[in-house]
T-cell receptor, first 113, second 112 residues
């Protein structure tokens, strides 16, 4: 099974800072996803990527960007962090070309103060 | 696009009772329906899934049923235990290579 590693479990940043959240997989899967999770709102898709250098907007991309320079690494960037971006961020890997059975990382709890 | 509704949002049961969580989906082309369990402080983990050519699937105390005509699917947990307490998410995959669309989650509490 693929292992998904998110670089930080907890992060505290100041308003206006540029924030990088990293996600690394230990296999060769093409499909990678970034979600944010908020109480009562479930999992909302921010961005996804089906291959290196490729990115697609999800449902809530505003205020975020992503980078996929290598197949195993998918980075989520908060260009100028704001308090409404305080959330749990989850990275997921879709296994196989048909996107069956996502594997999630443990999440990064980001607090913007 | 696909839309997934999940009910209830919270569910409290006594240990040993059964728990049922229901989801409906909108896209009749959806063909894959996984369920995830998220324990406190962890990412969601796949616990069971079903594809559209199957009506029911069981794995020990958990089962999933799918009604394609009505476009709904359900998670059944029998003989619940305190360690079943978690947030459960249903999801549906639209089309041949679509992304998973998640329900908003159900917080299950199993009281000893």
């Amino acid at each position: 099974d693929v292992k998904v590693t998110q670089s930080s479990r907890y992060l505290v940043k100041r308003t206006g800072e540029k924030v990088f959240l990293e996600c690394v997989q230990d296999m060769d899967h093409e499909n990678m996803f970034w979600y944010r999770q908020d109480p009562g709102l479930g999992l909302r898709l921010i961005y996804f990527s089906y291959d290196v250098k490729m990115k697609e907007k999800g449902d809530i991309p505003e205020g975020y960007s992503v980078s996929r320079e290598k197949k195993e690494r998918f980075s989520l960037i908060l260009e100028s962090a704001s308090t409404n971006q305080t959330s749990m961020y989850l990275c997921a890997i879709g296994q196989g070309a048909s996107n069956y059975g996502y594997t999630f990382g443990s999440g990064t709890r980001l607090t913007v103060v | 696009g696909e839309n997934v509704e999940q009910h209830p949002s919270t569910l409290s049961v006594q240990e040993g009772d059964s728990a049922v969580i229901k989801c409906t989906y909108s896209d009749s082309a959806s063909n894959y329906f996984p369920w995830y369990k998220q324990e406190l402080g962890k990412g969601p983990q796949l616990i069971i899934d079903i594809r559209s050519n199957v009506g029911e699937k069981k794995d020990q105390r958990i089962a999933v049923t799918l009604n394609k005509t009505a476009k709904h699917f359900s998670l059944h947990i029998t003989e619940t235990q305190p360690e079943d307490s978690a947030v459960y998410f249903c999801a549906a995959r639209g089309g041949s290579q679509g992304n998973l669309i998640f329900g908003k989650g159900t917080k299950l509490s199993v009281k000893p």
